[in-house]
């Protein structure tokens, strides 16, 4: 099976600008999750789609969004870059089992978008 | 909020050592995954674990979950330079239902250097 991939890989913007990041998961997983990656924070938790809804958000303003088309890719957007928007943005995919369940939620990460800005 | 702490954060060892990696939480996590990324590249998942108490090896790899499933250690053997990198250990929550909803926590990560 392929794996996920994300494209671009790398990206470079100004403050102010947005932009907009894509992600295709392993053919067969529904979930797609988003984190950001910084030297300081570590990785942190965007937002988690499933099914093309959005079940789980972390702590992130606004202006970062995402959303899932029916074929499960993802894709999120961020407008009006900060310089603190300078990652790695990374999304996974996993394949939940069903509610209840003592699924273990594997995920399965691509390799990122390195996205800079100045 | 949960935490994971994960210690040490810095490893720099010879070829040959033994090491372990140690990821603690005062919550109680549903599952936890151990993975290790290279500079610039996504996490690459090396195992998970699921049950209290429950080991597993992967070659010179022993991953341990606690039995009240709030932490976690990685003990490599005889460490290798191919070794070298950023260890990630990372919680799924427990939300209702069973399932955490896409969202891992992240352990601040153990950068590993093994020289030859």
């Known amino acids: 099976k392929a794996g996920v991939t994300q494209t671009p890989r790398y990206l470079i913007k100004t403050r102010g600008q947005q932009v907009t990041l894509s992600c295709s998961p392993i053919s067969g997983h529904r979930s797609v999750s988003w984190y950001q990656q910084t030297p300081g924070q570590g990785l942190q938790f965007l937002f988690e789609y499933f099914s093309e809804t959005q079940r789980n958000k972390g702590n992130f303003p606004g202006r970062f969004s995402g959303r899932q088309f029916s074929n499960s890719r993802s894709e999120m957007n961020v407008s009006t870059l900060e310089l603190g928007d300078s990652a790695l943005y990374l999304c996974a995919s996993s394949s939940p089992g069903l509610a209840g369940s003592t699924s273990t939620d594997t995920q399965y990460f691509g390799p990122g978008t390195r996205l800079t800005v100045l | ?102 969202k891992l926590t992240f352990g601040q990560g153990t950068i590993l250097t093994v020289h030859p």
């Not at chain 2, 699921?50 to 250690?73: I, P, Y």
């Open chain 2, 1 to 102: 909020t949960q935490l994971l702490e994960q210690s040490p954060q810095f490893l720099s060892i010879q070829e040959g050592e033994n090491l372990t990696v140690y990821c603690n939480s005062s919550s109680v996590f549903s599952s936890l995954q151990w993975y290790r990324q290279e500079p610039g590249e996504g996490p690459v998942l090396l195992v998970t674990v699921v049950t209290g108490g429950e080991v597993k090896k992967l070659k010179r790899l022993t991953f341990q979950f606690g039995d009240a499933r709030k932490d976690s250690s990685l003990h490599i053997t005889a460490a290798q330079p191919g070794d070298t990198g950023l260890y990630l250990c990372a919680g799924g929550s427990l939300v209702a239902g069973g399932t955490s909803y896409g």
